[in-house]
């Protein structure tokens, strides 16, 4: 017979296996263990300063290729080599884009194989041709210093589901396995040319208000130039603290005069899309000359007219120089601003634009600008009546001769303006979409007006080469 101990003792043995065996079996949670790089930055840290190249490539479906943006410091300017050198004018966007990898936290680290990068979309765009699902390309961004090491560079794939911010992106760090989760705003990777250029081509600022704005809205056949011209409508507006202002509309006549007609409501409602003024986004760049340059640079009455033969083809043509400058006309009319310190700056709208892409389907056209100055802005002082008393009259003279003297500072410091301008742009025909010429030369609906009958000697002023009105 057994002995009681032995048995409690093979009891307990049994129940201790049995216990480690449904302990195998048991679906415990998979143990949490906490990345090391989880609340640390990405990257070491860098001084923005020291960035000179930032470099962006995507991959666009709608050509089948690569989108590449490429900018370099030169000097204290940044360029875009692919696009003849222009100046990249939008100082926030790279300031945005050249500290978008600095002290940039990781949230998470969620894998490190290969297979996933189809998920998070953070293959390298260079990849394309050999990813089959191009879905899962990233958007790649490398930022490096004067002797072309990179700083930094990241490959910014998918946005994180139910992320209200929109901000939180699977990304990878090119030539390293792991998918990380961090907070990245994308506008910093954009490839388009417009995003790094100042849209405010007539320079307009709070601290000089718009003084009037001259829409002419004419066309010309570019291969006839200015022998063809038609008229549609001419108008004065300014612009004020409840929107833009019509002051004038005059009609084009068929003997090339331009013919005062009343304004409707309907005018007005169409001419508010000026509003847009401030805002003229353009896509793209052509280069004048040289020899263009330098004369568009610093303007010369007598000076040779074989030099704007190369934009004709544009749909520029020069007609004559006034107030110190070249006066043109084109073929989709033009419109001027003028501000409060005496410069006018007038864009001239050319031809349509060749496309970059069969894919592309909004016309584009040509445009050019120029500055001048326009002395009737600055309000001429009235000379003081004569008085009989004689330390009144000196009193008075001397005021008008200070008056004098200020407006002939004024004077000078909006030619100063109205040069620097020319030099700025004097290099550069732009390109810009259909629908911001649209805004700013409205077609005006001229067959809801009634002619008036009073007409003066300016509402008749002829458009031609002899005469331009300006």
């Keep these: 017979m057994k ?37 640390k930055p990405l990257f070491e840290s860098y001084d923005t300063t020291a960035v000179r190249s930032i470099r962006i490539t995507k991959f666009n479906p709608d050509r089948n290729g ?3 943006m490429v900018l370099r410091r030169s000097g204290e300017k940044w360029i875009i080599p692919d696009r003849k050198n222009f100046i990249a004018t939008n100082s926030r966007q790279i300031a945005a884009t050249a500290s978008s990898l600095n002290e940039t936290l990781v949230l ?18 260079d990849e394309y041709q050999s990813t089959p699902n ?50 990245f705003n994308p506008l910093a990777l954009s490839t388009d040319f417009s995003s790094w250029v100042d849209s405010n081509l007539f320079e307009l600022s709070p601290q000089m208000p718009i003084e009037k704005i001259l829409v002419e809205n004419y066309q010309l056949d570019p291969k006839t130039g200015v022998s063809s011209i038609q008229l ?46 401030g805002n003229i986004q353009f896509s793209d760049v052509r280069r004048k000359s040289d ?26 043509f020069k007609t004559g120089f006034s107030n110190s400058n070249y006066v043109f006309d084109s073929a989709g ?27 592309d389907l909004e016309l584009r056209y040509h445009v050019m600008t120029c500055a001048g100055v326009d002395e009737s802005i600055l309000t001429e002082p009235k000379k003081p009546t004569p008085s009989d008393d004689p330390d009144v009259a000196e009193k008075e003279e001397k005021a008008y001769l ?24 004097a290099e550069w025909i732009y390109v810009v979409s259909e629908t911001v010429i649209e805004n700013i030369r409205p077609d005006l609906a001229m067959n809801s007006v009634i002619p008036s009958s009073a007409t003066s000697d300016s509402d008749n002023t002829s458009k031609s080469p002899a005469e331009p009105a300006k």
Excluded: C
Excluded at 20 to 37: C, L, N, R
Excluded at 108 to 125: F, H, N, R
Excluded at 160 to 165: I, Q, W
């Design 232 to 277: 549609n409508y001419r108008a004065t507006l300014n612009v004020g603290q409840q929107g833009v202002n019509l002051l004038s509309v005059e009609e084009g006549g068929a003997d090339g005069k331009w013919t005062k007609t009343e304004t409707s409501p309907e005018m007005n409602k169409q001419i508010q899309s000026i509003n847009q003024i």
């Design 108 to 125: 998470d680290e969620k894998t490190d194989e290969q297979q996933a990068y189809l998920e998070y979309s953070v293959v390298d765009p």
């Design 66 to 68: 690569l989108d590449r």
């Design 333 to 359: 009319g033009e419109v001027q601003v003028g501000t409060k310190d005496g410069v006018v700056i007038s864009l001239y709208i050319g031809t349509i634009a060749e496309k970059t892409s069969a894919e």
């Design 291 to 316: 020899e263009l340059t330098k004369l568009l640079s610093a303007p010369k009455e007598n000076a040779s007219d074989v030099p704007f033969e190369s934009i004709k083809p544009l749909g520029f």
């Design 134 to 183: 191009r879905s899962a390309l990233g958007t790649k961004i490398i930022l490096e210093d004067r002797n072309g090491k990179a700083l930094a560079s990241l490959i910014v794939g998918a946005t994180l589901k139910d992320d209200p911010s929109q901000l939180k992106h699977f990304v990878r760090i090119p030539g390293q396995p792991s998918v990380y989760v961090i907070d």
């Design 3 to 39: 002995s009681p101990v032995l048995q409690t003792l093979a009891m307990a043995l049994i129940a201790v296996v049995a216990s480690g065996v449904a302990a195998s079996f048991y679906p415990w949670p998979e143990p949490v263990v906490e990345s090391e790089v989880v609340g």
């Design 402 to 425: 200070r008056l004098v003297e200020q407006r002939k500072t004024s004077i000078q410091t909006a030619q100063l303006r109205a040069a620097e301008y020319n030099q700025r742009n």
